[in-house]
Each structure stands twice: as C-alpha cells, then as structure tokens.
C-alpha cells in the first residue's frame, strides 16, 4: 500500500470512528436526521459520494487528485442530487405499498412497518425497482452531465455555475457505456437489489446507507470511464 493509501484509508476511518465509539455523537446524528432530514442528505452525498469519486479517480490514473477534477465542485452536485434522492426516497417509499395495494397485493402498507416477512421483501423491492428504473436514468444521465460539465470548465467552482450546455454534451456522451453498462448492467445486478436492502433498514439509516453506497458509485463511475477510453 502507497502512503497517499494509507493517508487516505486513514482519514476515512477518522471521519467515520466518532459515530461508532461515542453514542452521544451517534444519538445526536440521529435527532439531527430526524429533525433536518433533507441537510443530512445534502451532506451525506456531498461527502460520501465525493468520496466515492475520488476513489474512482484513483482507479483511473493512480492519484486521489489531479488537476480539473473539480473535488469541491463535484460535492455541490452531489449535495443538490442528494437532496432529489431524499425526495424520490420518500415518493417511492410512500406510493409504491399504495400502488401495490392498488394492485391487489394484500397488506403491502402495513408490511413495511413489520418485521421482516416475504411481503416486506416484496415490497422493498418494488420500491427499489420503481425507483431505479423510473428516477435512477435521469439522475445517472444529468450527473453525466454536470461532471462532463466540471471537467470542461477546469474543476473550478466559479466554472461549475457557468450555463450548462446541456445538448452539446447530451449529443456528444457515450451513450455505449451509459446504456449498455450504467444502465443495463448496474441498474438490475446492482442498484435495484442494494437498494431493496436500503428499504428494508430503518428510514433514518435508509439515505445514509445510499450515500454510503455513492462510494461503490464512484468505483463503477471509474470503470465505466475507462470502458469509454478504450
């Protein structure tokens, strides 16, 4: 392991360690998610799901920073797509059970609120699979969209507020890897059967685990971004 390694694992244990030895920290977590939950998603994201692409980006080039990356712009769009997360979060969670109720399937509200049964599984992945195969393209496609976006402004943050132009890079994306793989491959083998257990969880873990699932985004970001270089 180099040491920018070593330095980095270091530092990610250190921002995570309070809230797992120190329950006054962990208790106060939770009020504050409780009470300010659309600020936690903003922060989540912009923390854990930057994470997340700066560990793709050591994938693609061996260095967690290189210039024009845009580290600090990425966590503003992360922190903005956080807080629609939160949002399809709570469509999904609350309308899915009625439209299954609506569907016929018996008891699918009341499911989510017991243990664990078959119907709750039922349930949660229906949840997940309304929610990925309805919101996820579009977040996936403008979060393309704005890093593409990022990059060709410098990484810098008085770039990222430039217009975005939108159909010159929509036009010009790959939309081989981004079908093909991102879509086909990640939404149905990945996304939708993590995200099932994400629903199952308690609803004040639920976007914190998402978020924490944005650092295995930023490692099939990378993938995917070499598939696009060959």
Known sequence: MKKQDLLFWMGFVLLFLPFFISQTVFDAYIDFNKAHGMVTSFVKFAILATIGEVIGLRIRTGNYYQKGFGVIPRAIVWGFLGLTIKLAFVIFA????????????????????????????????????????????????????????????????????????????????????????????????????????????????????????????????AIASLKSSK
């Open 94 to 221: 609350t309308g899915t059970p009625i439209f299954l109720s609506y569907l016929g399937v018996e008891g699918a509200v009341e499911a989510m609120k017991g243990p664990l049964t078959g119907s709750k599984l039922l349930v949660a992945f229906s949840i997940s699979a309304f929610m990925n195969l309805i919101y996820a393209p579009v977040m996936m496609t403008l979060h393309k969209i704005t890093d593409i976006h990022i990059v060709n402004n410098g990484g810098t943050i008085l770039g990222l507020f430039r217009p975005i132009q939108f159909s010159k890079i929509f036009v010009n994306m790959d939309w081989g890897v981004q079908w093909n793989f991102v879509f086909k491959k990640t939404i149905p083998f990945f996304w939708i059967p993590a995200h099932t257990i994400t629903f199952l969880l308690p609803a004040d873990f639920q976007v914190l685990f998402a978020a924490v699932l944005g650092i295995v985004l930023g490692v099939l970001l």
